[in-house]
């Protein structure tokens, strides 16, 4: 019979290295490992983010998300959520600039911190661009561009495309749409803008924001009727075809804007 020495080492290496764990795995990775209470925190605070457009879910969120920070400070799990979850807050279409600025900043901060946890997983700069580019919204673009937040945007951004450019089916190819229309000229690029969101589409073609987007910058071009059939398109539809909180907020933008 094969030494007990042997049967140990057989087993590590059959075992899955953290190497091996593929991106958008659920808290049964390194928040679980460290500490069960932070990972099952983990698990309830994702099942209330899928209804965080709801009364009392926020509250819910943030308070397991903090929990869960203060038993595994410094997880890349917890990080990247804390990192989703002001994203979420700065992007609300009614808040004034200053609090988009604000909640916009700390989305940033945590994905920059996730990013220094795990600098091999998508989460992390995606969502520290989102974050800087709410930031961003809220200041002013001029204001973002003298503080050179562009470069900053491109990098993170161009490194989650590279990581996993099929992340939630179409979000960075998204950003990259309303990056090229929010520029001011001579940055501003109408075609970058429009094959970006076009090929967000194609990814996803139930993308509210991205035919939100999509119309704007139509509006934009002079292109009326084909603004006006992008925003009737992301009007349509039952929310819950890939993230209902999300759908029902742009597609509120896009009734407003048709009215």
């Known amino acids: 019979m ?3 020495l042997l049967l140990v080492l057989c087993a590590l290496a059959a075992a899955p290295t953290l190497a091996q764990q593929p991106s958008g795995t ?15 925190l983990l698990k309830e605070a994702d099942a209330a983010y899928e209804r965080r457009d709801q009364p009392g879910a926020i509250e819910e969120i943030r308070t397991k998300l903090e929990a869960a920070e203060q038993r595994a400070p410094g997880d890349y799990e917890v ?22 600025s604000k909640l916009g900043k700390k989305g940033w901060e945590y994905g920059d911190k996730a990013i220094a946890a795990n600098p091999n997983r998508v989460e992390g700069y995606h969502f520290a661009a989102a974050g800087m580019g709410n930031y961003s919204l809220g200041i002013g673009i001029f204001s973002a561009l003298r503080q050179g937040i562009e470069g900053k945007f491109k990098d993170r951004l161009s490194k989650a495309e590279r ?25 501003y690029d109408a075609r970058k803008s429009e094959q970006a969101l076009l090929a967000a589409l194609k990814k996803n073609p139930d993308n509210v924001r991205a035919r939100v987007y999509l119309a704007d910058l139509y509006e934009k071009e002079g292109e009326k009727k084909a603004a006006r059939a992008q925003l009737e398109r992301a009007a349509s539809g039952e929310p819950g075809r890939y993230d209902a909180p999300e759908e029902r907020r742009w597609q509120k933008v896009a009734r407003d804007e048709l009215k």
């Open 2 to 4: 094969p030494s007990r």
């Open 26 to 40: 659920t808290p049964a990775d390194d928040a679980a490992r460290q500490d069960a209470g932070a990972g099952a």
């Open 79 to 100: 990080l990247w959520r804390l990192a989703r979850l002001y994203f979420w807050l700065s992007d609300d279409p009614a808040l004034p600039n200053d609090a988009k």
């Open 163 to 187: 990581i996993d450019p099929n992340f939630q089916n179409g979000s960075i190819q998204t950003a990259w749409g309303r990056f090229w229309f929010k520029l001011p000229w001579p940055k």
